[in-house]
């Protein structure tokens, strides 16, 4: 079991920025690539960024590419999310998944996700 804890969150200006963290306890998360989604009232979980396991590789949703970056830092057991030049569209509840795939096209589909996070609230005011 990978036990997986947000924080970060809170409220900004649009414009602003927030790094979200992910701490893993448990079982060693190195093996495993991580994700970042999130998700509105009404609305699916969606895929925002994840990384592989190594660090090697990340990928984006188109709207957030050139604004957010996901990193890792296995030494510590944490992945972050650095969001800049945030939206109100970027409001949502943040959640940090753990998965054993490393394909960048499976990575963007919750399901291939193991371990989920409680999630922490963005919001962005306008």
């Known amino acids: 079991q990978v036990q997986l804890v947000e924080s970060g969150g809170g409220l900004v200006q649009a414009g602003g920025s927030l790094r979200l963290s992910c701490a893993a306890s448990g079982r060693t998360f190195r093996p495993y690539s991580m994700g970042w989604f999130r998700q509105t009232p009404g609305k699916e979980r969606e895929f925002v960024a994840a990384?592989?396991?190594?660090?090697?590789?990340?990928y984006y949703r188109d709207s957030v590419q050139g604004r957010f970056t996901i990193s890792r830092h296995n030494a510590n057991d944490t992945v972050y999310l650095q969001m800049n030049g945030l939206k109100p569209e970027d409001t949502a509840i943040y959640y940090c998944?753990?998965?054993?795939?490393?394909?960048?096209?499976?990575?963007?589909?919750?399901?291939?996700?193991?371990?989920w996070g409680q999630g922490t609230q963005v919001t962005v005011s306008s």
């Open positions: 990384v592989t396991s190594s660090g090697g590789n990340t």
């Open positions: 998944a753990a998965s054993r795939i490393e394909m960048g096209g499976l990575l963007r589909g919750r399901n291939w996700y193991e371990y």
